[in-house]
């Protein structure tokens, strides 16, 4: 089975560029989520989408970074202005269910860098 | 409020021996409790999962997980080392029934020949 898929795997912008990350789910699962991950704050949850529908973005860091999942197969997260701040790894997971025992399957994640 | 802590920045073992990397967790109602492996440049791999009424979990590469109540905790074992297991460990832990999975900062894991 494919796992989640995201593109690019590497970005390198110069700051005030607007940068689009992308994800694919695994196929059957109806949770998505957005993570961020930095040496200074670890693993930090950014959104995560119900259905194709967002449920929370209170881990969204501000309003130059936004989401949107038009459809089951599909995710972006942009950010716009970029700024040297938002240097991290962006890691998209899916899972079937919210609940329970249900892991969260991961992509390899997007290395972004803002010079 | 959940939590989870991982008291060690970074475990270092022979290989061959044994390995723990520890985990305790806070929840409120019943835990919900998970293993992440990330090797460089990858995303986190599940590992293993707290199955209700199993103290002992197996998981994916020879790896177990010991959960105890009492102690609160769910600390990662495997009994013999390899150096390809060097990698970063993450607990997570998810209170109850629903809710977002709560990771810890990481554990580093070196194994040196």
């Known amino acids: 089975d494919a796992g989640v898929i995201q593109s690019p795997r590497h970005e390198v912008t110069e700051m005030g560029q607007e940068v689009t990350l992308r994800c694919k789910p695994i196929s059957g699962h109806d949770y998505l989520f957005w993570y961020r991950q930095t040496m200074m704050r670890g693993l930090e949850l950014l959104i995560y989408f119900n259905n194709n529908v967002p449920i929370d973005d209170s881990g969204m860091p501000e309003d130059r970074f936004s989401a949107k999942m038009p459809n089951a197969s599909f995710s972006t997260l942009k950010i716009q202005p970029s700024e040297p701040r938002d240097s991290a790894v962006y890691f998209c997971?899916?899972?079937?269910?919210?609940?329970?025992?249900?892991?969260?399957?991961f992509g390899d994640g997007t290395r972004l860098s803002i010079l | 409020a959940q939590s989870v802590a991982q008291p060690e920045d970074q475990v270092n073992v022979a290989e061959g021996n044994p390995l723990t990397v520890k985990c305790t967790y806070s929840v409120s109602g019943n835990p919900y409790l998970f293993w992440y492996v990330q090797y460089p440049n990858r995303g986190l791999q599940f590992l293993l999962k707290?199955?209700?009424?199993?103290?002992l979990v197996k998981g994916s590469y020879g790896f177990e997980a010991e959960f105890n109540k009492s102690q609160t905790s769910f600390h990662l074992k495997k009994p013999s080392a390899l150096v390809s297991d060097s990698a970063l460990y993450f607990c997570?832990?998810?209170?109850?029934?629903?809710?977002?999975?709560?990771f810890g900062k990481g554990t580093k894991l070196s194994v040196k020949p």
């Open positions: 997971a899916s899972s079937r269910t919210q609940g329970g025992n249900q892991p969260q399957h």
């Open positions: 997570a832990v998810r209170d109850g029934g629903q809710g977002n999975l709560i």
């Open positions: 707290y199955i209700t009424g199993d103290n």
